[in-house]
């Protein structure tokens, strides 16, 4: 059993189209962190939020805490191929322990 | 460069062959983890370094899977007896402290034959 659990785990859209991937959990996390993966290279951080309720946006991408600290999302708008990854979340607990969601795979079609 | 670097990147042995994979986090990193990923999945946590201590090991899979850390820097995880379940892409990360981001690694690949 995965203690975060993301979906959906295969998404694939045209360019242009927004979409959005969750992250849940029945747990509380001190910071949750999104890393984007792509093939042959290992994840890359893309955000930190630490605070319930936090949004945080990078340009096309934002990033929302849940106000209990047990979930979160990430919401792409207008979607390029440069998305094109694996999504990870990752959640934080006391004892600096990472928890890695189950991934995202998401492809952009031009 | 001064990101995470792991060798060998590819690594293709026989069915009960030991192996060592090493890892050299980024310069001055106190945490450093090892990571398996099956293909396209998520991460599979195997084990925690703070320094040259382990606090954290439950994420091996059995005895056979061992790591170390010296000098607080470079790290090997050390496979023994393969098995073809073994394969997967071995991921290493470190990261400046404890809750601080991970800094990863492009993996080494590994094939069991």
């Known amino acids: 059993t995965q203690l975060l659990e993301q979906s959906p785990q295969f998404l694939s859209i045209q360019e242009g189209e927004n979409l959005t991937v969750y992250c849940n959990s029945s747990?509380?996390?001190?910071?949750l962190q999104w890393y984007r993966q792509e093939p042959g290279e290992g994840p890359v951080l893309l955000v930190t939020?630490?605070?319930?309720?936090e949004v945080k946006k990078l340009k096309r991408l934002t990033f929302q805490f849940g106000d209990a600290r047990k979930d979160s999302s990430l919401h792409i708008t207008a979607a390029q191929p440069g998305d094109t990854g694996l999504y990870l979340c990752?959640?934080?607990?006391?004892?600096?322990?990472?928890?890695f969601g189950t991934g995202t795979s998401l492809t952009v079609i031009p | 460069g001064a990101g995470v670097s792991q060798s060998p990147s590819n690594k293709v042995t026989e069915k009960g062959k030991d192996v060592e994979l090493r890892c050299d986090p980024i310069?001055?990193?106190?945490?450093l983890y090892w990571y398996r990923q099956s293909l396209g999945q998520g991460l599979e946590f195997l084990i925690y370094?703070?320094?040259?201590?382990?606090?954290?090991k439950s994420g091996l899979p059995s005895d056979r899977f061992s790591a170390e850390r010296t000098g607080e820097s470079v790290s090997t995880l050390t496979i023994q007896r393969t098995q073809q379940e073994d394969s997967a892409v071995y991921l290493c990360?470190?990261?400046?402290?404890?809750?601080?981001?991970?800094?990863f690694g492009d993996g080494t690949r590994l094939s069991i034959l």
């Open positions: 310069s001055g990193h106190t945490a």
């Open positions: 747990s509380v996390f001190s910071s």
């Open positions: 990752a959640g934080v607990r006391t004892g600096n322990q990472f928890y």
């Open positions: 990360a470190s990261g400046a402290g404890a809750f601080q981001p991970q800094h």
């Open positions: 370094f703070q320094g040259n201590s382990a606090p954290d």
């Open positions: 939020v630490v605070t319930g309720g």
